[in-house]
């Protein structure tokens, strides 16, 4: 918690209003300005950027490729050049994600922490570059009904494959990579914000909104096979094959949520429940 603590007052409230970014897009209001329709969001995220501009943590190049970005999925969305604005919905939030993009300075919030004994150290960057990548598309590839969550028929259809994916999961990590290893750190709570407003997020709009919603209209199971073996695959950093193969059933569980429930909110939800049940009760993120 400490290293949080010594961030910048303009850091703190950078990483503030991007969380209230995401909860806003969560409830996709908008207010109205001279009869046009403004989403709640943008003024928040448009002072987290002009904040992060002033930090330093962004720079004229990272704006740039933010707003290519929104124009690529405008674009989708119309059907302007299709081919041309699929592939670059699938390039660029790729590489905003990877942090190959150039004009992002990505802010350390917490840097080689000591999660677990018998675990490699943590860090945890608020990555404005992938943060970005996933606000564009959650808002232009979902309507609100898709990014419900809490409601009794879709909780039916989601905690069965929860349940199941998590005890295939935690199974299988078991044997080589993680250990029992019950724990309440302070950091928790900003593990937990961080999981489910920005990794989580970012993550399951891009795999269950650029590639399996478009695999969908060729086979439902390649839809689901292919988009958890493309989860896994960017989950390989590690250079460990059993932390892949973990990755790719927790990715088939989180894709057959969204199928089921036609809820990326559901996935969304499932992701980072998953992640924080790893934090609280295994050895985080995994073995040495």
Known sequence: MDNILQLSIGHQFSGILLALTVIMLWTGRCFDIKKQRVPLWLPFYVIALVI??????????????IGILALTCLAYVRKIYPLLSYSLLVLIPLLMALHILPGFNNLPILKQVQVSVDAVNYSMYLNLDKISAGIMLFWFLFNNEQRQVFKIS???KALPVFAVSCMLVFSLASLSLIKIDIKILSIFPVFL???????????EVYFRGVIQNKLMGFNVAVAIIVSAMLFALAHSGTGRLDYVLVAMI?????????HRTHSVGASIISHGLLNSIHFLFFTYPFLR
Not at 193 to 203: N, R
Not at 250 to 258: K, N, P
Request: hydrophobic share 50%.
């Open 193 to 203: 914000l961080s999981t489910f407003l920005f990794t989580s997020m970012a993550e």
């Open 52 to 65: 992060s501009y002033i930090n330093g943590q962004i720079n004229l190049s990272g704006l740039l490729w």
């Open 154 to 156: 879709i909780i039916k």
């Open 250 to 258: 927790a990715g088939t569980g989180y894709a057959l949520i969204y």
